[in-house]
């Protein structure tokens, strides 16, 4: 049977790289193996596999009862297909925080590391096999690392993260501002997407003091392009937490390049919230929070109801 590995919903670059970097690794190392996606990938994650020479992965909806998997960028039930507790998952690469709520069908390998991004993980468990890896696979964990530590301005981002990518870019002949750039121009251009999609594009539902939150992240170079549709997004945010079974929609646009996060602020819930969390005064439809950029090591964690 061949191994499925995706990663979680709403995938962004590293979600999208690493299963197609660990289908590689796994066929290379004997266990047939394809990549999948659980949703349309965001337009840098696009860019990147484009850049590297693939087709984006199929994109599935659920998974049958006793298909082997590996799960990567997540270890969420919440973020995955709802069978998942059905599938015969092999093993669980993550480099986020334990959930709990999966059942597996027997001993698994589990390597969940604090560091920035899913592909370093990966760097590191494929040992001498990385010598074997193709051009393509080292530009997909690059891709990833710079994804994930906005190209090192992210708090997630450690000084390993920072000396595997800049191996990778060396052993690449890749200047890291220079593709950096292109990627963080790929992810800026939302034209094409309508203001629902833009809520749900790299988004996470959590539940907070009771309260079920869709927290999502828009993260750009050009955050005057995405603010200029405050009006329409915050007119989509009941429409999208109706449908997605949240009470609200958070959406933080991350300016890549000034280091701050503006939030957009629909209603007097979602200000007593941002001024619970971050310490803020909010006196219109959005806050400006310096400093802000990271959604599981800033935002998550300070959020209060």
């Known amino acids: 049977m061949t191994t499925l590995v995706f990663g979680h919903k709403a995938p962004d670059t590293d979600s999208t790289g690493s299963p197609l970097i660990w289908a590689w690794y796994l066929s290379h190392t004997g266990t047939p193996a394809e990549a999948r996606l659980l949703g349309q990938p965001n337009t840098e994650a696009a860019f990147v596999a484009e850049r590297w020479g693939f087709d984006l992965p199929e994109i599935i909806s659920d ?4 298909q082997a998997v590996v799960i990567v960028d997540t270890n969420n039930p919440a973020e995955l297909p709802a069978s998942i507790n059905k599938a015969d998952v092999r093993a669980i690469i993550d480099h986020h925080k334990l959930v709990g709520g999966l ?3 027997g001993p698994i390998d589990i390597t969940i590391r604090p560091l920035a991004c899913t592909a370093t993980i990966m760097h590191d468990l494929m040992g001498d096999h990385l010598g074997h890896a193709p051009e393509g696979i080292k530009g997909l964990m690059l891709s990833c690392i710079l994804s994930d530590t906005l190209e090192f301005r992210s708090p997630t981002t450690t000084p390993h993260d920072k000396a595997v990518a800049e ?15 292109e990627m963080f121009a790929a992810k800026s251009d939302v034209s094409a997407f309508s203001e629902a999609e833009l809520l749900r594009m790299d988004s996470k539902e959590y539940t907070v003091d009771g309260t079920d ?3 999502s992240v828009l993260e750009t170079t050009s ?21 997605d079974g949240a009470q ?4 933080f646009v991350i300016d890549i390049l000034n280091e701050e996060a503006t939030l957009l602020v629909p209603n007097d819930r979602v200000k007593q919230i941002a001024e619970a969390s971050f310490g803020c005064t909010v006196t219109g439809d959005m806050v400006v929070l310096p400093g802000i950029m990271s959604r599981k090591k800033q935002i998550i964690p300070a959020l209060k109801v």
Request: hydrophobic share 50%; charged share 25%.
């Open 248 to 251: 609200e929609v958070m959406l």
């Open 223 to 243: 955050p005057a392009t995405v603010l200029s549709r405050k009006d329409a997004l915050m007119s989509a945010m009941p429409g999208v937490a109706q449908e």
């Open 167 to 181: 191996a990778l870019a060396s052993d690449l002949g890749v200047s890291i501002p220079d593709f950096a750039a």
């Open 63 to 66: 998974v049958a009862e006793d």
């Open 213 to 215: 939150l869709r927290v």
């Open 103 to 105: 059942e597996t069908k």
